[in-house]
DNA sequence: GGGTATTTGTCCGTATGTATT
DNA sequence: AAATACATACGGACAAATACC
């Protein structure tokens, strides 16, 4: 037996997409033609569109039609800097395209005030940290932008203690210009030995999906990254929760000696 | 003006869901019942459900029902790895839950026979070798498994000249016991100094949806991380290209010095 | 194994609302 | 203001998968 009519006519779409026959771009044929061009009801058509929208190869706009999405050019984040440093908060972003600027394509990232806020590490964000359940926490909250797009939503976590232990600026509503584990390193001697990241893929929240500018029919993904740091007792004192959109970024690792190019040309789906 | 009858059914659902007042695999009232409660229709329902399948709360069984979904005890890979090693061609697999296993919940991956071929370098994978468009190189593509279940999709590549300088086995049909990074030491003596790994999400092909079983909507997209190995002069000598669905795994990044615990463990008590 | 009821999947038609040009 | 195009919502019909007797 055939597939359902749906899925023929989006297998057909996509193959004329993926031919480069649509371009990116490229408008498609109204619902109305395609319902004419494959004898099928609007709902039909409809319903294969719904099929190349959640693999991410078409869009479509109220009042002007159905487009061919356009190319990205992702933003490159190293995940493996220098432990003595943050690592993602202040390093540089490399953009694959590198179009815009003639080479290396580096971008620095902006942010956003942090939004403070002093909570109880319950079970919802903070295990990492270690500590116990009630405990009080600092959280850091930023937006973060490259050239005025939106690129990452952070939040850091500190034991109150290191405040209390002369690190006041982790309670000031403002940027740490050095840093923060830089400056936790000048104020109190607190030195960061390693962290480790996990990075995991869910849906955006509702928050995320606006930020993002993501279509709230939830097809865009987002990346968590969780990085919890170590002093050089191997007692973590830093978590920091990132959160980026998945179809416009990506992440690199380096282990050993790797050669500097920034980054490798682009991956391809295959067929 | 309120948001759309579906949003709002969808978003009575999911609060349902999150709160807790309906579990992890329990059903749902069928499309009639709930389209008696809403008093809508039953397309207007099942528009709801869709909202909620996209974003992976709930599942559908044709004959059987709605139900929400089980949670999953994610596998923890992690990327960094002895770079005089494979990494993750043979490290060991982690997985959250720890609850089968007594400790540690450590996993070994077993991994088919692989599928050789040889074929010219074009433009369509294996650009990260530098090798002119042309050139000739092996591929070694096997399906990977952890306790039977599908894990990854792995394809290794590497130039033909390698095999030409003693390293024969990258022709074979078998797996290569030591790993092919200890084994291109031992015979030719290609030290691999460091590799980078880059991750991107996308969604899956084909024949990457029947082998990890996903649903055919394309809802749950897979990681793709490339590992590019590089010698001692930093040349690059092997592609692989690894690919894992998003909704069972993750990975880990450690940077400097992380105590050794694998992940971070659920509050337990100890008894 | 067969038959039947239940439940979701596909497909059609139509009407009206909303966003854009 | 008008035309165009997609979004939402309704209704109905039949097919396919599953469970149960």
Redesign the pocket.
Same mark, same amino acid.
């Given at each position: %037996?055939p597939? *359902? %009519?749906?899925?023929?006519i989006a297998e057909d779409l996509r193959q004329k997409i993926e031919s480069g026959d649509l371009g990116h771009g490229d408008?498609? *044929? $109204?619902?109305?033609?395609l319902?004419e061009q494959y004898?099928?009801?609007?709902?039909?058509?409809?319903?294969a %569109?719904k099929w190349l929208i959640t693999r991410g190869l078409i869009e479509?706009? *109220?009042?002007?039609? $159905?487009f061919v999405v356009g190319k990205i050019d992702p933003y490159v984040t190293i995940l493996t800097g220098d432990p003595a440093k943050g690592g993602d908060e202040e390093g540089p972003v490399y953009v694959k395209g590198l179009r815009e600027l003639g080479q290396g394509g580096q971008r620095m990232p902006t942010s956003s005030a942090p939004r403070v806020e002093i909570q109880k590490a319950g079970g919802a964000g903070a295990e990492e940290l270690q500590v116990g359940s009630g405990t009080t926490v600092v959280s850091r909250h930023q937006q973060r932008y490259i050239d005025d797009t939106p690129w990452s939503l952070q939040t850091s976590f500190y034991p109150i203690a290191l405040a209390a232990q002369g690190a006041g600026k982790l309670l000031e509503v403002d940027n740490i210009n050095q840093g923060a584990v830089e400056y936790l390193r000048q104020e109190i001697g607190l030195k960061q030995a390693g962290y480790r990241d996990t990075i995991t893929v869910r849906a955006p929240n509702t928050g995320e999906a606006a930020f993002f500018k993501l279509p709230d029919d939830g097809r865009v993904a987002v990346f968590e990254v969780r990085r919890t740091a170590f002093d050089d007792h191997g007692k973590p004192f830093r978590l920091t929760v990132s959160v980026y959109p998945t179809d416009r970024n990506q992440f690199a690792v380096d282990v050993g000696e790797v050669p500097p190019q920034p980054v490798t040309p682009e991956p391809k789906p295959s067929g």
């Open positions: %037996m597939d *359902p %009519m749906y899925r023929q408008q498609l *044929p $109204t619902e109305l033609e319902r004898d099928a009801s609007r709902n039909t058509v409809r319903d %569109m479509t706009r *109220p009042g002007q039609g $159905t």
